[in-house]
């Protein structure tokens, strides 16, 4: 299985696994590459749309949520998509790239 670094100088580099990684990205409208870069100039777009579907999620609920007897709890899109948001929220405040290689 392969995984994704994103990097970006306004924050720590992260590593995802590469289909939690795609799904983020088509989100944003990005297409999976060996390589990519979320530009300055699209952070707000990005940040936008993956705040969304995570809201989206949210709202739609999820058969576990609230189910403390249940032994094992997805994982949501929100959880997943957390180190990417504040990714993007922090290069977006420093005005800097976001990138991604495998």
Known sequence: MAL???RSRAA?????HADTAQRLLELI??????????TNEQLDDALARLLQAVEKEKAAGSPA???DS?????VSLGQ???????????ARK?????TWGI
């Open 4 to 6: 994704v670094t994103f």
């Open 12 to 16: 720590s580099a992260f590593i995802m």
């Open 29 to 38: 409208g990005k297409p999976m590459a060996e390589r990519g870069v979320i």
């Open 65 to 67: 949520e609230g189910d």
């Open 70 to 74: 249940a032994p094992t709890r997805p």
């Open 80 to 90: 997943r998509a957390f180190p990417l948001i504040e990714m993007l929220r922090a």
């Open 94 to 98: 420093r005005g800097v790239d976001v």
